[in-house]
């Protein structure tokens, strides 16, 4: 069966340091991987995917995450965190051999980044 | 381009009335999925639709719960005799056709906030 994993219900980091949000996941096959960002009271926002390739993926403000396979990890990562990025954070799996082409949401971390 | 348009934004219901959540896609996306989002938790998988078929309704309540999307028109989640438990965000995304690799994005619309007094 397929599953996602965000261990931390929720991320606090100062400004200015980098930040961390973890997704580990459990498919039987191949994965997609997606991670999103929601704001207060808005829809979620599509950050950055990792289909094939290169294992680092860069995504939208600044955002970056590192696929790893043999840690079934698509960790999420900022250099240098901003206020603004406090948020609520969604990883998202597919197996790539799932003809029913769902995504697998995680439960979602927030992410607080103090002044 | 237009995104995924919800209406309404905000709806208001007394218990056992009806609630009807309208999504319209991206134009050109075949697919479309309903969830649903409690204070302070993650997102609930209801129900993935292709135009004029149902495909995995799994997450949806057995009874009061249904959702269609026509050959022409949005998607409709429609919510009978509501009750205060069914207060919640509810949020429709929709993706292209699946073509090949990196069509599995879904775009999310802001969302309908339903409030059952």
């Known amino acids: 069966a397929q599953s996602v994993a965000q261990p931390e219900d929720q991320v606090n980091v100062a400004e200015g340091n980098p930040l961390t949000v973890k997704c580990t996941y459990s498919?039987?096959?191949?994965?997609?991987l997606f991670w999103y960002v929601q704001y207060p009271n808005r829809g979620l926002q599509f950050l950055l995917k990792?289909?094939?390739?290169d294992n680092l993926v860069k995504g939208s403000y600044g955002f970056e995450a590192e696929f790893n396979k043999s840690q079934t990890s698509f960790h999420l990562k900022k250099p240098s965190a901003l206020v603004s990025d406090s948020a609520l954070y969604f990883c998202?799996?597919?197996?790539?051999?799932?003809?029913?082409?769902?995504?697998?949401w995680g439960a979602g971390t927030k992410l607080i980044i103090k002044p | 381009n237009a995104g995924v348009m919800q209406n309404p934004r905000h709806l208001v219901r007394r218990r056992g009335q009806e609630a009807r959540l309208r999504c319209s896609p991206v134009?050109?996306?075949?697919?479309v999925y309903w969830y649903r989002q409690l204070p302070e938790e993650g997102l609930k998988f209801m129900v993935y639709?292709?135009?004029?078929?149902?495909?995995?309704e799994s997450g949806m309540p057995k009874e009061r719960f249904s959702a269609e999307f026509p050959k022409e028109g949005p998607s409709i989640l429609r919510i009978q005799q509501v009750v205060r438990g069914d207060s919640a965000a509810y949020f429709c995304?929709?993706?292209?056709?699946?073509?090949?690799?990196?069509?599995?994005?879904?775009?999310f619309g802001p969302g309908t906030r339903l409030t059952v007094l």
């Open positions: 995304a929709s993706s292209p056709p699946k073509k090949g690799l990196g069509t599995d994005t879904q775009y």
């Open positions: 134009k050109g996306h075949s697919h």
């Open positions: 639709l292709q135009k004029e078929n149902i495909i995995d």
């Open positions: 498919v039987s096959g191949n994965p997609y």
């Open positions: 990792y289909i094939t390739g």
């Open positions: 998202a799996v597919r197996d790539i051999q799932d003809s029913n082409y769902q995504l697998i």
